[in-house]
């Protein structure tokens, strides 16, 4: 069984730094591309920033230039880096990750998705 478990989010003033983790566990064979998406109140989810196996990167335009999403494959963690905060950003912050898993030498691929945490920047 895979779990993807996000860790930091919070309450920071507009302008300061948060930094949100994400890591995932169990029968884990590799992980493809791994993303951020979030979902301000009211609003549809939309995708802040992405980055592949290989490391190449994408960032939604709000966001490019202060977010940085970086990943660690040795510990199955993908991290953003928030810089520069606006109340705009303010919203639920989702994981994604795209995990392969092995099962009778077949592999399966499949996102999976964290359980979200509560970034707020006060206007």
């Known amino acids: 069984q895979v779990q993807v478990v996000e860790s930091g989010g919070g309450l920071v003033q507009a302008g300061g730094s948060l930094g949100l983790s994400c890591a995932a566990s169990?029968?884990?064979?590799?992980?493809?591309?791994m993303g951020w998406y979030r979902q301000a109140p009211g609003k549809q989810r939309e995708l802040v920033a992405h980055?592949?196996?290989?490391?190449?990167?994408n960032y939604a335009v709000s966001v490019k230039d202060r977010f940085t999403i970086s990943r660690d494959n040795a510990k199955n963690t993908v991290t953003l880096q928030m810089n520069s905060l606006k109340s705009e950003d303010t919203g639920v912050y989702y994981c994604?990750?795209?995990?392969?898993?092995?099962?009778?030498?077949?592999?399966?691929?499949?996102?999976?998705w964290g359980q979200g945490t509560q970034v707020t920047v006060p206007s």
């Open positions: 994604v990750e795209n995990i392969v898993t092995l099962r009778g030498g077949i592999q399966y691929s499949r996102d999976y």
């Open positions: 169990g029968s884990i064979f590799s992980i493809n591309r």
């Open positions: 980055i592949t196996s290989g490391g190449s990167t």
